[in-house]
């Protein structure tokens, strides 16, 4: 498909929606194998479509959301997340904060890791939800085990600051390299400000014990030197 023109690249893509509307139109609904055809009859609908005096462009976002839906509806992880982005930024439909997060999270907990990401974000920023920055870092992490760089960025950051987890350094640092490896700017410029600061470490109890003790002892011993120079210099008075 790709050694075609892009005008017959058009025309084939045009006859394809076409059986597809035709299907859809007849209530039935696309089976399995045509799940990841959907999607992209989505994609292509809403950029071009093919007439007979020529090829002219158009931004049907309404058309796009009803093939969306079609997807969606077959636990389609990227439809969901498609879907949950044209309520939030009201593209076809009008804009649902509450119904966008309802959309990403179905693609959340099939896994996929940019709606994670994102849900964490909802989360963590209230949008759509309550706030609960504790669940972000849970979504967070998820995406993030999956090598994710945004939530790695996110988990530096929490971990950082002590956002919805305690704050722990060593964890900051480890998210945040992961990130910047992948090339994330902010990430780079963070784990370069956590490097640059001071860290203080919480020393073990028995450290704790072993240097107190220490120090009684070299207390001892001055106190026994300054004693014994003490007797020797009345001792030369006398």
């Not at 299907?23 to 194998?33: A, G, L, Q, R």
């Not at 950029?47 to 636990?75: P, S, T």
């Not at 994102?118 to 085990?145: P, T």
């Amino acid at each position: 498909f790709r050694w075609f023109s892009t005008d017959k690249k058009l025309i084939i893509t045009s006859v394809l929606l076409t059986r597809v509307k035709k299907k859809t139109n007849k209530k039935k609904v696309p089976s399995s194998v045509e799940k990841h055809y959907v999607i992209k009859m989505a994609r292509v609908s809403s950029q071009w479509h093919e007439k007979r005096r020529g090829v002219i462009k158009i931004n049907d976002k309404a058309e796009a959301v009803r093939w969306y839906k079609l997807a969606a509806k077959q636990d389609y992880e990227i439809a969901q997340y498609n879907l949950g982005l044209s309520y939030e930024q009201s593209r076809g439909v009008n804009e649902d904060e509450a119904e966008a997060v309802r959309w990403c999270k179905l693609a959340a907990e099939q896994g996929y890791a940019r709606t994670q990401c994102i849900l964490g974000f909802s989360c963590e920023q209230g949008h759509g939800m309550d706030e609960n920055k504790a669940e972000a870092v849970r979504w967070y992490k998820l995406a993030a085990e999956q090598g994710y760089g945004r939530a790695h960025m996110h988990l530096g950051s929490h971990n950082s600051q002590g956002l919805g987890v305690d704050q722990d350094k060593a964890e900051a640092v480890k998210w945040c390299k992961l990130a910047a490896e992948q090339g994330y700017r902010k990430a780079q410029s963070s784990l370069g400000a956590i490097y640059e600061q001071p860290i203080i470490l919480s020393p073990h109890p028995q450290t704790l014990i072993f240097i107190l003790e220490t120090h009684r002892s070299c207390v001892r011993q001055l106190e026994d030197l300054l004693e014994i120079f003490t007797g020797y210099f009345i001792g030369s008075l006398l």
